[in-house]
């Protein structure tokens, strides 16, 4: 259950910070500049995969692969486990 939670926080954190870009969110606020941090921390190892001229289009997909991936893996390994 805290592998499927963590997957889910992370990938929570991964479309967070999508949704806040997308919505062109203050930059300036604390919430969304931890948000941003979290994001950038968590998508680090994806960072650039996807190079596009449309801003909006290049960090949706530089950071949904991650979030898919995220979650691919952490609720697999929680149902590998749970078989155990």
């Not at 939670?5 to 967070?16: P, T």
């Not at 997308?22 to 190079?51: K, P, T």
């Amino acid at each position: 259950m805290i592998i499927h939670s963590l997957a889910d926080i992370a990938a929570g954190f991964l479309g967070l910070w999508i949704l806040l870009y997308l919505l062109d969110a203050n930059h300036a606020n604390v919430f969304v500049d931890f948000v941003r941090g979290v994001a950038n921390w968590l998508a680090s190892w994806s960072q650039d995969i996807f190079v596009m001229k449309t801003e909006g289009l290049r960090v949706f997909f530089n950071f949904a692969l991650p979030a898919l991936v995220y979650l691919a893996v952490g609720h697999g390994a929680a149902a590998w486990l749970r078989r155990l």
